[in-house]
């Protein structure tokens, strides 16, 4: 039998404990906890019906009980971590490969940050305000594309697709040059809603199973040249990353604050009583340099009102629906949550490992984490959704170095 040891200040003590999907050498994949630097398999460690539940590629059986089941489960777990777990249900953290968490049904992604919003209006729209009349009237959000959000520690081959500059007499194809991410977290549904029904914004915890680190890499030329005027499409459907660990939205009590004063008023459908402004903190790591720290904290819309936003029409929720906040950017330039911004669209370079850096180049490593407030005044981990950015598909050495704005070769890590 095994003892779990958590070392003092731990992301992942007893108050945290995320659900991820993990495999070993010898067996396929399966739910787990992490607690501390392990991970216990609860297909082993729980007995039935929870135990059953577990013994799933995804995370979705679980989640689609609904939220009597995740309190009582969630209680068993922390009691089982505690005690003298069997030694076949522990596992180091470096001897598991994560998989993605969920099967992800439909993705929405949102534009919540006020700082966000209102720099990307400057720069994508220098010659009109820099919010449009409706961004403080809803949570304005476009649909994603579900069968390309993957897991963090999956490579992102740099997309190819139609890009136009202002001032080129007509468009050309190929890979992206201004490649860029964007610092964000997801919301995860647990339990949907059936077409013809919505969910108020006071609902959010039965419906929302917990959330994650997310994000929505973002190719800027071919996104400035085809959103005209439905939005973003090719620009961002070729990847979305998530973190492995999906944070139980219970473990976030402690994280709840109101969101920034909405004014004007929101509609009905959009208030509630409920808080569900979240203090998280992300940090932002390119080539191993910490560049930006973004607070969610200021985030405008909460995702209560987002999932409220997106169902008030009678659309249905499902079990697996992913839900992005939006880029997370602080009013300060170190916390904002894209390189167009920070780098105020390549015109102020940024110092990355040594060298002046605007857009992503190939070879590039960029990892995004976050913490919260754990309940019991220490912290808790969302751990860590990392990926590195691979060359455009077939493309040669020749054509590459003769790519636009392509100086070097990298090699990740300086
Ligand atoms: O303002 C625009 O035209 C574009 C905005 C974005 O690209 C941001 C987006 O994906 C939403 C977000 O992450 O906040
Ligand atoms: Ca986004
Ligand atoms: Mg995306």
Redesign the pocket.
């Known amino acids: 039998m095994t003892v779990i040891s958590i070392p003092a200040g731990s992301l992942f003590g007893v108050d945290n404990l995320p659900y991820g999907v993990f495999s070993t050498a010898d067996t396929g994949r399966r739910v787990g906890v992490r607690v501390g630097g392990s991970v216990v398999d609860l297909s082993k460690a729980l007995s039935d019906p929870a135990a059953a539940l577990f013994a799933h590629p995804t995370l979705n059986a679980f989640m689609a009980q609904g939220r009597d089941r995740w309190v009582e489960v969630r209680a068993q777990v922390t009691e089982l971590v505690s005690g003298e777990i069997a030694d076949e249900a522990v596992f180091a953290i470096d001897d598991v490969t994560m998989h993605m968490p969920i099967a992800v049904a439909d993705y929405v992604?949102?534009?919540a940050?006020e700082n966000?919003?209102t720099n990307?209006?400057k720069l994508?729209r220098p010659d009109s305000a820099a919010l449009f009349p409706n961004w403080k009237h809803l949570p304005v959000g476009?649909h994603g594309r579900s069968s390309t959000v993957v897991v963090s520690g999956t490579d992102i081959v740099r997309p190819c697709g139609q890009r136009k500059a202002p001032t080129d007499g007509a468009p050309t194809f190929g890979p992206s040059v201004r490649l860029d991410i964007?610092a964000?977290i997801g919301f995860i549904v647990g339990v949907g809603s059936p077409m013809g029904s919505s969910i108020t914004p006071d609902q959010f915890a039965e419906h929302c199973f917990g959330a994650v680190v997310l994000n929505?890499w973002?190719a800027r030329d071919i996104?400035a040249w085809e959103?005209v005027p439905l939005g973003?499409n090719l620009g961002?459907s070729f990847a979305t990353s998530i973190s492995p660990w999906v944070v139980p939205l219970q473990a976030l009590e402690a994280a709840r604050i109101d969101t920034p004063v909405q004014d004007p008023t929101p509609l009905p459908y959009l208030r509630g009583e409920e808080k569900w402004g979240l203090e998280i903190d992300l940090a932002v790591e390119w080539n191993g340099d910490y560049v930006s720290r973004p607070p969610y904290r200021q985030m405008y819309w909460s995702p209560a009102q987002m999932l409220a936003h997106i169902t008030v029409n009678g659309a249905a929720a499902s079990t697996g629906d992913l839900i992005?906040s939006?880029?997370v950017s602080g009013p300060e330039k170190d916390q904002r949550g894209a390189f167009i911004e920070l780098t105020w669209n390549g015109t102020e370079p940024v110092t990355v490992a040594g060298e002046q850096r605007t857009f992503l180049e190939d070879g590039d490593e960029i990892s995004i984490s976050a913490t919260a407030p754990g309940p019991s005044g220490g912290r808790i981990g969302f751990g860590e959704v990392r990926a590195r950015v691979l060359p455009a598909a077939g493309e040669t050495r020749q054509a590459k170095s003769n790519r636009p704005g392509v100086q070097r070769r990298r090699h990740g890590r300086a």
């Open positions: 992604d949102f534009y940050s966000h919003a990307l209006g994508f476009y964007e964000e929505d973002s996104q959103y973003p961002k992005g939006g880029t």
